[in-house]
């Protein structure tokens, strides 16, 4: 089993920046696939991005790649979403996930998954 943590989110206005941060309970962490996801109110969970084990191979939605950066420091067992020039449209809860086998954008293939973390962009 593996806990993540999450934390940064907050109310920021349109074109502003948030970092949100997902720190991991195992110092095996470095094993783990990690992804972001987000879910609004009456809406499903949906792919943000996510990261392979070296962060040689990144992934991210259509409609966040170029504003949002996903990384990862194994030495601290930490993931990392920054986000910038958000967009009204961002607001939702965001989530952190870990799976030790592959890397998808189906948020059913996922096996660990942080509390969540708010996040409201303001228009």
């Known amino acids: 089993q593996v806990q993540l943590i999450e934390s940064g989110g907050g109310l920021v206005q349109a074109g502003g920046s948030l970092r949100l941060s997902c720190a991991a309970s195992?110092?095996?962490?470095?094993?783990?696939?990690m992804g972001w996801f987000r879910q609004a109110p009456g809406k499903e969970r949906d792919f943000v991005a996510a990261?392979?084990?070296?962060?040689?191979?990144?992934v991210y939605a259509d409609s966040v790649k170029g504003r949002f950066t996903i990384s990862r420091d194994n030495a601290k067992n930490t993931a990392y979403l920054q986000m910038n020039s958000l967009k009204p449209e961002d607001t939702a809860l965001y989530y952190c996930?870990?799976?030790?086998?592959?890397?998808?954008?189906?948020?059913?293939?996922?096996?660990?998954w942080g509390q969540g973390t708010q996040v409201t962009v303001s228009s």
């Open positions: 195992r110092d095996t962490f470095s094993r783990y696939y």
């Open positions: 996930a870990a799976d030790p086998l592959s890397l998808s954008r189906r948020a059913a293939t996922w096996n660990y």
């Open positions: 990261i392979g084990w070296s962060s040689a191979i990144t």
